[in-house]
């Protein structure tokens, strides 16, 4: 069994900041790319940030210069450090994962998602 927890979500005023983090547990063999995606209401899920295994990252043109992924193997984790943040950026997020488990093959795995609210 494979789990992806986030947190780090809340309400924050235009130009704030938030950092989101997300930890993988279970029966992992092993990840590859990690990353951050987001839906506003009404809109589809669209692709916020990602980080592979060497640490290469990927970003949406929207959060280029304001968002920074991370990640820290040892830990399983992925964070996503979020700066000057504007109203149009207020959607759930979620932490996506390409996982390895004990006895499978590699398949992607979500998070529940956690809100983020950009909002005076």
């Known amino acids: 069994q494979v789990q992806l927890v986030e947190s780090g979500g809340g309400l924050v005023q235009p130009g704030g900041s938030l950092r989101l983090s997300c930890k993988a547990s279970g029966s992992i063999l092993a990840i590859n790319t990690m990353g951050w995606y987001r839906q506003a209401p009404g809109k589809q899920r669209e692709l916020v940030a990602t980080?592979?295994?060497?640490?290469?990252?990927n970003y949406a043109d929207s959060v280029k210069g304001r968002f920074t992924i991370s990640r820290d193997s040892a830990k399983k984790t992925v964070l996503l450090q979020m700066n000057s943040l504007k109203p149009e950026d207020t959607a759930v997020y979620y932490c996506?994962?390409?996982?390895?488990?004990?006895?499978?093959?590699?398949?992607?795995?979500w998070g529940q998602g956690t809100q983020v609210t950009v909002s005076a």
């Open positions: 996506g994962a390409n996982i390895q488990a004990y006895g499978l093959d590699y398949s992607n795995y």
């Open positions: 980080i592979t295994i060497l640490g290469s990252t």
